[in-house]
């Protein structure tokens, strides 16, 4: 049995080409930070995360160079990953995406397959270029999150609606609730407004209307 497992074998790797396999997972790696950094836009950049982008290419090159055609290695490898426990959750689905591009680029490289690993990172990375300049899936026009503290005294309708109703295209309430204060309440709304330029106008006016209180408004990053 041993024996058949290791006639599996039959691509065994020089230092020269274990180098060279490295060498191009560093490179598809260092492009696929490169693109990322360079299409990224949401919070919380990772320096970190940047960087592992790399490491990762070059490791996985390395598990395919140690698996090579040996099924005991891999299922071998399989039980070792099984104990391993990820516990860092990824906040942005677009980071998904670029861990499967390190970790394709890399198993291209480790393969030995070098064509598909540089023209699969450079096809997939002009893609994502072209769909982030492109802003696909960006709305016209933004969305805020209006946030305001309101004493209600039983008006219908409260004396705020006329106001969002009078700067804003769309609105959409999306919580209420009752703070500590007798009659004190939090509203929270989704709404689109008419005219950007004017966001220091509505928030005056809202601020200036019976009742209402701590008038914020925020840009909602989840739309971008």
Not at 6 to 23: C, D, G, K, V
């Amino acid at each position: 049995m041993i024996q058949e497992f290791q006639s599996l074998s039959l691509f065994p790797l020089t230092a020269a080409e274990i180098i060279r396999n490295l060498l191009v997972a560093l490179i598809c790696g260092y492009l696929v930070s490169w693109l990322y950094r360079l299409t990224y836009k949401g919070p919380g950049y990772s320096i970190s995360f940047v960087n592992a982008m790399i490491l990762l290419a070059m490791i996985t090159a390395v598990v395919i160079m140690v698996i090579g055609n040996n099924l005991a290695r891999a299922f071998g490898l399989v039980g070792a990953m099984s104990i391993i426990r990820f516990r860092t959750a990824v906040k942005d689905t677009q980071d998904i995406v670029f861990i499967f591009f390190a970790l394709a680029a890399g198993m291209a490289a480790g393969a030995g397959y070098f064509l598909i690993a540089f023209l699969g990172t450079i096809f997939i990375g002009i893609v994502i270029l072209i769909i982030t300049k492109a802003g696909l899936g960006v709305p016209r026009q933004r969305e805020y999150l209006l946030q305001f503290s309101y004493v209600a005294n039983g008006d219908s309708p409260p004396p705020y609606l006329p106001v969002i109703q009078r700067h804003c295209r769309r609105h959409e309430v999306i919580n209420v609730r009752s703070l500590d204060e007798e009659h004190l309440m939090e509203v929270s709304f989704y709404v689109r407004l008419k005219n950007e330029q004017k966001n220091d106008d509505f928030i005056r006016e809202l601020s200036a209307t019976g009742g209402v209180r701590n008038v914020n408004l925020f840009f909602d990053e989840s739309y971008f």
